[in-house]
């Protein structure tokens, strides 16, 4: 059976591969492909041809392993181990030429829903800067030869907060009201449009805490243990008004409760 680490560098090796194919594609122009849910959720050619070498890659390596993609969906195994993959996170700064975009590679064991699975290895590959954070099970988390610590000394200053919003305009105002009850523990607000890219940069200590409604699988897989393994705490609740859209809080220790407290309100 293989370690967690095993898994780890697989998903390094495909993450990067994965990443210097969709710099290549944008440099080259990125087209439109389609338009997903909703007027802003958007696939780009480059998306499904990235998902395509990963999914390909994955196979020849672990054939008997399941795989969970964002844009080619989900296809079963016979071990217990799946891939959760996002080609590129940040589609839509990817296709605007804004170099916010990563591929997220992560495996996990137990049934592939969210909330049921155990992440055991994740990387997230930012191929702009070249940064590529990962971490295994037991192991830590890792930028480099640098060891993540998420921050857990409270400024005075209040927080560095990362959120996202959703695709669907219907939810936009429940997403800024959100925002406005966390805003009294900000110093200020990122929100730069990969859900895997502020997970790490939380990971990394470079925003103290992220808030976020309707993150797909994909999107976390490999961010949250990114959090967990630098010893910053990771939740995904599910909201009555509309289960498919949970609430995702990640932060330090420290700030966890209170910015979940607040991002739910009463
Ligand atoms: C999106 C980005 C964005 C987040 C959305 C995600 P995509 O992923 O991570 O920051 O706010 O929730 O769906 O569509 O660019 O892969
Ligand atoms: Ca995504």
Redesign the pocket.
């Known amino acids: 059976m293989a370690s967690a680490q095993d898994l780890e560098s697989l998903a390094i090796e495909i993450a990067r591969e994965a990443g210097e194919l969709a710099l290549r594609r944008r440099s080259e122009g990125v087209a439109i492909a389609a338009t ?1 849910s909703s007027i802003a ?2 696939v780009t050619e480059a ?1 499904r041809e990235v998902e395509a070498l990963i999914r390909a890659r994955l196979s020849a390596a672990r054939p008997e392993d399941a795989f969970l993609g ?1 844009e080619s969906g989900a296809e079963g195994g016979t071990s217990d181990i799946t891939w959760v993959v ?1 080609p ?7 296709a605007y030429g804004i170099p916010a ?1 990563a591929v997220s590679v992560a495996a996990v064991r137990g049934e592939p829903v969210p909330g049921r699975w155990e992440a055991l290895a994740g990387a997230v590959f930012h191929p702009s800067t070249g940064e590529l954070f990962r971490a295994a099970l037991g192991e830590g988390a890792w930028l480099r030869e640098h060891r993540l610590a998420v921050n857990d000394e409270p400024s005075a200053a209040g927080a560095l907060l990362a ?5 669907d305009p219907a939810t936009h105002s429940g997403d800024l009201a959100r925002v406005a009850r966390v805003m009294p523990l900000a110093r200020d607000l990122r ?8 997970l790490a940069y939380v990971a990394a200590g470079r925003f103290d805490g992220y808030f ?1 409604r ?3 699988p ?2 976390y897989a490999a961010g949250a243990l990114l959090i967990t393994e630098a010893g910053g705490r990771f939740t995904r609740i599910e909201m009555d008004d509309m289960p498919s859209r949970a609430l995702f809080v990640a932060a330090g220790p420290t700030l966890f409760e209170p910015l979940l407290t607040a991002a739910l309100g009463s």
């Open positions: 997903k959720d958007i998306d964002e996002d590129i996170d940040g589609t839509v700064n990817y975009f959120t996202g919003f959703g695709y929100r730069i449009g990969a859900a895997s890219l502020d976020e309707g993150l797909a994909w999107d």
